[in-house]
């Protein structure tokens, strides 16, 4: 028997618009065009979500290689490098981009912010997906990564006039800033992208652990190991003050976290399904345990579905027609 007096569970949490948005892309492909559809990397960094698609006949592919010529591809909501796209066009495949307009948007920049002369300096997490996919708008570019203040003194990229970092959309609000200001104490003339790369689901998901973090001894942020704004999550929590865990569901608890332990408060990151919260709170919620929603922040955001699904729902009316 545990300690838990209350659970509060923050909002907002979990699925954000980009992942709402990728995860339906999916299951409505599979609607349409029957199994298998295939996904070129984990549609959203979720096992729980990718293995109910699996269930449904999608199949997870890392190389475009692995699905056939004419098969129907999904491209997960990280992004993808330039090269992929040519790659999908070559095999004839036919594409359905779920790419996050957010994601999208740093690739524009990418775009044209090396048109307009300017070097790019990009702070994310060497070899994460979604970096791959903003590097690889341009690779000729060779834009370099910075991930620490540590990374910005290592930096050898001269120092060009026109100078602008762009960033990952689900780093740590607080170590970015840090690594801002590093490159502009190095870099006096570095200027920001137009509008803040972190997206709004990465700011208000940290926004709402860093309230909930003072006011509980425990936080659990439901969300799967490779999710890069569910560990941020977790990080957060213990930067403010808590314990914290990233759990990826219900059978990850340990009973030994809860003894002692008055307030429990849990969020989940951007991927992580509401029905693994609701697990989690079903499990610690005994007889005499409080559970209210520690609301932060409304949100609101809503993505309409990718547009080769709105072409082909399109052309479905005009046969029908
Ligand atoms: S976390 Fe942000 S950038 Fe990533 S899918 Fe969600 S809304 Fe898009």
Redesign the pocket.
Known sequence: MHTVKKILLASPRGF????AR?VKAVEDTLEIFGAPVYVKHEI?HNTHVVAALHQKGAITIEDLKEAPEGAVVVFS??GSPRAHYVEARARQVRLIDAT????TKVHLEVQRFLKDGYTIVYIGHKGHV?GIGVLGEVPEAKIPVVETVAGVAALAIGNPEKLVYLTQ??LSIDDTRAVIDALKERYPQIVAPPLEDI????TNRQTAVKELAKVTELVLIVGSASSS?STRLMETARAYGATAYLVNDVTALDPQWFVGVATVGISAG??APEHLVQDIVEHIAIEGVVVEDFIVKPET?KFSEPLELMKIRAELNKNQA
Not at 16 to 19: D, E, L, T
Not at 100 to 103: D, E, R, S, Y
């Open positions: 954000c618009a980009g992942v990728a959203v909501a990280h996050c307009p957010l994601v979604e959309t689900t997206c709004y689901a990465t704004n951007a991927s955001m």
